[in-house]
Every structure is written in C-alpha cells, then in structure tokens.
C-alpha cells in the first residue's frame, strides 16, 4: 500500500510509452485513449505538497497534455476529450457573471454577438487547422467585444488584446503607419500560437486562459506558492489570482453556457452580421482612407474598417496590401493615382506636471488633444482627480511647437508636499525639483533611501547659494543661458536637475548663480 503512488505513477508512464508507440504507427485512436489511460491515473494521485514524487506527476502531466496537443495538430482536428476542451462548469463565479450579461452588460453582450459574425468564419478555420478547441473563437468577445480598435487601461490592443511586448513576440509589428494587433487575421495567427503555448505548458484549458489574460508568470507564481494541488482543481488557483483580470475565466465560460442555450438565460440573440468579404491589392502611395473611400462612393469609414491596422487611417509610404471592396480592387488603384499623397504628421508626448488649480480639460485644451487621450498615455484611473506635482503624458501632433510643463520651481522658504508613485526614487525627486537627496531625507527624518507608493514628502527650496530665478524664454538654450551669466555649463546643469540631453521650456523657472 506504502508504494501506491509510485505504482500508479508507473502505469501512467507506461501508458504514456504505449501511447508514443501508437502514434508512431499511426493509430492515432490507441495513441489517444492510452494518453486517456495515463491522465486518468495522474489525477488519482493524490500527494501532499512536499510528497517527491511531485514533480514527477507535474512532468508526466505536461508531457500528456502537450502529446495529445501535437497529435490533434497532426490531424488538422479540433481537439475533443474532456481534458482538452473547456469544462463548462456553473459554479458560483460563471453564475455571477451571467449575471452582469443579464443586466448592465446585456446590450454589449447582444452587439458584440451581431459584430462576431464579421470575424468568427475566419478564427474558426485558423483554429481548426491548429487542432485548438472551437470554443476559443468567443475569446474576443469577452477581451475586445469583437472591436478590432479596442484599446485597455493595459495598453493592450485589437481583438486579442495584445499588449505591445507580447505582439511583438508573436510577430505582430508595429510602426508609424502599421499596428498589426488591430489587423484581424494576423492578430488571430498570434493569438493561436500563444494559447497553443500556454496549453502546452499549463496543460490544461482554464488555467491556460487565466495566463493568457492574466500573464503567464502571474499564475506561475500562484501556483508555486499556493498550498493546493491545482492541477486536479482550476477554481483552487482562481481565488488566489487578481480578480480583475482572473474574471476573464468565469467570463468566458458564462459566455458559452449563454450562447449555446440563449433562451435559459433569457436571451433572444441577434443575427450575427455576414463575414467581411474583400479583395486584396497592392499598393505603395501613401493616402487618406476617407478621401479614398469618398472617390469610391463608399461611406468614410468602409476602407478604414476592412484595414483597421492602419492606425494613421491612411496606406503607408511603402508597398502593401490593402483590403479593398469585392470588384473594386481596380477602380480602388485607379482612384489612388488621383489622390494626394498623404503624409500623417509624427504622433509624439510630451510632460507636463500639474499646477494647482489645473484641470484635466484646461489640459487638454492647452494642447489640443482630448481629457480620454490624455487619461489613456498616462494611464489615468479616473479622469476626474489629478494632483499638483503629478506627470502626465500629454499626446500632441508637431511636439517641437509645444511646450510641456516643467516640476514646479519651488521658491525659497516654500514647501511643497510630493506623493510618492509607483518608480520614484529619491534621486529622480531631488533631480525633477532641483534640490539634494540628502536635503530631502533631513526635512522628511528619513533614514534609508526606501519610499512606498502613497509616501508623502515634504521638499523644500533647494535653492543652490546665490543663486537667482531665471524664467526661460522662447529660444533659449542651457548653454546660452549659463554663458549669460557667467556659469559653467555642468554646474548650471547639475543645480537644475537637467542633462545635456534635457529639454527646458518658455515659462519653466531655472537655478542661476551670476558671476561676480
């Protein structure tokens, strides 16, 4: 009895061996019910978590998953055994969350459902031919409701909702002209890579939708340091994840159990919309898709909504492949030679640090851009509480014609109180408001260099001895202003917090010592 598990373990390892033999000849059905075999033993293992034998059940566990895994990719099939498709269960979570789809979410619930069936033909047959389960083609319904623009406070994007790093590891790129995140096809190509990756890796289908809208490393740290066996119970991870983002699970599977039975839970679902049909030419003169579609009767956003990873929504100065109307790929060339080229200005940010008494709109009027631009580069939780002192990136068109807003200049004998955020450090403080760490540590009675987020500090003139304020007019430079008076170019650099690579601004009061 004493040598239970470990006898189990060995006739899950040697179902796993005959499994690899069948698979070798061919039979993929003997292959599959032996790696059946092998994962039903693993999941009657029941160890305690500093049992040995662990590890070996963890590897076995994998090595089953990702097997079955190449052997439905070697069949071009939809994986279809209970460990493999997504278990639908109604628990107290997904009943939850049927809940919020039945109240303040059912319009975007039922128009995200009508906007699927442009995209769903599509993420069907790329899935299919990954051997991944046809359930995930909902997966954007409830990452992006099926809005190839959609935009998160995580600066994630597109159907997917692929933050910028990711993209770029599954090949999604990314210029001035081009965010191919937002291009559907391409993003789903993505998409299936990485959930086919994080199958092979969870190995199993819950715990690897919890990665992928949770971060991988995220729930590996969870499931290293919890005490459970999460391999035999998704729902034992899920109460120890963020529930923000871990929702997405009980989401999706509210989403399924919604759309395979709509009448239980009082749904009438619309007709999905047709699939977007189009006909791809080449182009290599950049233009407006508005103007374009306006020389092609077409209303304004037909070419822009057919190629939303254009993010200029206009082609780019190069070749290539634009999405054009079925029957009007040649009339669409012919129109182009007409058009002006187009040349998007440089989208760029630039700094400003709140004032007292400034609003968000004030802002955003000042630069010409909008309150939303301004909450979603600076990640603003609410749009209605900003602070004096705090960085704010601010979107601008032509940013060498606009001047941001430097730290506030503290005066002598004034203080100013500065809440700590998330990537201060004393340094970055003492340099943005022109005094010393060391000033800053005795006015506060700190004794080491460590700060908390939410930390409030008291910073006080860190006005260098003699020195004066000088108010920065337009055109000026550092060198010429350290030259005015007599400075050395470091040292009028050093005093002000700045480098030589600083920019300084009409208005932005600076630190200088005149010479005798």
Same mark, same amino acid.
């Given at each position: 009895?004493?040598?239970?598990?470990?006898?189990?373990?060995?006739?899950?390892?040697?179902?796993?061996?005959?499994?690899?033999?069948?698979?070798?000849?061919?039979?993929?059905?003997?292959?599959?019910?032996?790696?059946?075999?092998?994962?039903?033993?693993?999941?009657?293992?029941?160890?305690?978590?500093?049992?040995?034998?662990?590890?070996?059940?963890?590897?076995?566990?994998?090595?089953?998953?990702?097997?079955?895994?190449?052997?439905?990719?070697?069949?071009?099939?939809?994986?279809?055994?209970?460990?493999?498709?997504?278990?639908?269960?109604?628990?107290?979570?997904?009943?939850?969350?049927?809940?919020?789809?039945?109240?303040?979410?059912?319009?975007?619930?039922?128009?995200?459902?009508?906007?699927?069936?442009?995209?769903?033909?599509?993420?069907?047959?790329?899935?299919?031919?990954?051997?991944?389960?046809?359930?995930?083609?909902?997966?954007?319904?409830?990452?992006?409701?099926?809005?190839?623009?959609?935009?998160?406070?995580?600066?994630?994007?597109?159907?997917?909702?692929?933050?910028?790093?990711?993209?770029?590891?599954?090949?999604?790129?990314?210029?001035?002209?081009?965010?191919?995140?937002?291009?559907?096809?391409?993003?789903?190509?993505?998409?299936?890579?990485?959930?086919?990756?994080?199958?092979?890796?969870?190995?199993?289908?819950?715990?690897?939708?919890?990665?992928?809208?949770?971060?991988?490393?995220?729930?590996?740290?969870?499931?290293?340091?919890?005490?459970?066996?999460?391999?035999?119970?998704?729902?034992?991870?899920?109460?120890?994840?963020?529930?923000?983002?871990?929702?997405?699970?009980?989401?999706?599977?509210?989403?399924?159990?919604?759309?395979?039975?709509?009448?239980?839970?009082?749904?009438?679902?619309?007709?999905?919309?047709?699939?977007? +049909?189009? +006909?791809?030419?080449?182009?290599?003169?950049?233009?407006?898709?508005?103007?374009?579609?306006?020389?092609?009767?077409?209303?304004?956003?037909?070419?822009?909504?057919?190629?939303?990873?254009?993010?200029?929504?206009?082609?780019?100065?190069?070749?290539?492949?634009?999405?054009?109307?079925?029957?009007?790929?040649?009339?669409?060339?012919?129109?182009?030679?007409?058009?002006?080229?187009?040349?998007?200005?440089?989208?760029?940010?630039?700094?400003?640090?709140?004032?007292?008494?400034?609003?968000?709109?004030?802002?955003? +009027?000042?630069?010409?851009?909008?309150?939303?631009?301004?909450?979603?580069?600076?990640?603003?939780?609410?749009?209605?509480?900003?602070?004096?002192?705090?960085?704010?990136?601010?979107?601008?068109?032509?940013?060498?014609?606009?001047?941001?807003?430097?730290?506030?200049?503290?005066?002598?004998?004034?203080?100013?109180?500065?809440?700590?955020?998330?990537?201060?450090?004393?340094?970055?403080?003492?340099?943005?408001?022109?005094?010393?760490?060391?000033?800053?540590?005795?006015?506060?009675?700190?004794?080491?260099?460590?700060?908390?987020?939410?930390?409030?500090?008291?910073?006080?003139?860190?006005?260098?001895?003699?020195?004066?304020?000088?108010?920065?007019?337009?055109?000026?430079?550092?060198?010429?202003?350290?030259? +005015?008076?007599?400075?050395?170019?470091?040292?009028?650099?050093?005093?002000?917090?700045?480098?030589?690579?600083?920019?300084?601004?009409?208005?932005?009061?600076?630190?200088?010592?005149?010479?005798?």
């Amino acid at each position: 009895e004493e040598n239970g598990p470990l006898v189990v373990l060995e006739e899950a390892l040697y179902a796993y061996q005959d499994a690899q033999i069948a698979w070798e000849k061919g039979d993929f059905d003997t292959a599959l019910a032996a790696l059946d075999e092998a994962y039903s033993l693993i999941l009657k293992l029941k160890l305690t978590p500093d049992d040995p034998l662990n590890q070996e059940k963890n590897d076995l566990r994998l090595m089953v998953a990702q097997r079955i895994q190449e052997i439905y990719a070697s069949q071009g099939t939809a994986v279809g055994n209970n460990h493999q498709t997504i278990p639908l269960e109604e628990n107290k979570h997904v009943l939850n969350e049927i809940k919020v789809f039945q109240g303040k979410e059912r319009k975007l619930f039922e128009a995200s459902f009508k906007r699927s069936g442009r995209y769903r033909e599509m993420i069907l047959d790329e899935l299919t031919r990954a051997g991944l389960p046809e359930e995930l083609s909902w997966m954007p319904m409830i990452e992006s409701w099926f809005n190839t623009r959609a935009y998160s406070r995580a600066r994630a994007l597109g159907l997917w909702q692929f933050i910028a790093s990711t993209g770029n590891r599954f090949g999604l790129k990314r210029d001035h002209y081009v965010d191919e995140r937002m291009d559907p096809i391409k993003s789903t190509r993505a998409a299936k890579k990485y959930l086919t990756e994080l199958h092979s890796h969870f190995g199993d289908w819950t715990t690897a939708l919890a990665a992928y809208n949770c971060g991988e490393y995220r729930v590996k740290r969870v499931i290293r340091t919890q005490r459970e066996n999460y391999l035999d119970n998704f729902w034992d991870l899920y109460i120890k994840l963020p529930q923000e983002t871990a929702r997405f699970v009980p989401r999706f599977i509210a989403t399924l159990l919604i759309i395979n039975n709509p009448e239980k839970y009082g749904f009438d679902l619309p007709t999905p919309d047709p699939p977007q +049909e189009y +006909e791809t030419i080449s182009v290599n003169k950049p233009v407006r898709l508005s103007s374009l579609s306006a020389a092609l009767g077409l209303e304004s956003e037909t070419l822009a909504s057919l190629n939303p990873e254009l993010r200029q929504k206009s082609t780019p100065d190069r070749e290539y492949p634009l999405k054009a109307p079925v029957g009007l790929g040649e009339q669409t060339l012919a129109s182009m030679n007409t058009l002006p080229r187009y040349i998007p200005p440089e989208s760029t940010y630039v700094v400003h640090y709140v004032r007292r008494g400034e609003t968000l709109s004030e802002i955003a +009027e000042r630069y010409g851009t909008s309150v939303r631009a301004i909450a979603r580069t600076s990640n603003l939780r609410s749009v209605n509480f900003i602070r004096p002192g705090q960085r704010l990136r601010i979107p601008v068109r032509g940013a060498s014609r606009v001047y941001a807003s430097p730290p506030p200049l503290i005066k002598e004998g004034e203080k100013l109180i500065y809440i700590v955020r998330r990537g201060d450090s004393l340094y970055k403080i003492a340099r943005d408001y022109s005094t010393t760490i060391q000033k800053i540590k005795e006015d506060n009675n700190l004794t080491s260099n460590n700060l908390a987020v939410g930390q409030k500090l008291v910073i006080q003139s860190g006005k260098p001895e003699g020195a004066i304020t000088y108010t920065v007019k337009a055109g000026d430079t550092p060198f010429e202003i350290a030259r +005015e008076y007599g400075m050395n170019l470091n040292t009028f650099l050093r005093i002000n917090g700045l480098n030589r690579r600083s920019r300084i601004y009409p208005g932005q009061g600076l630190w200088v010592v005149p010479k005798d």
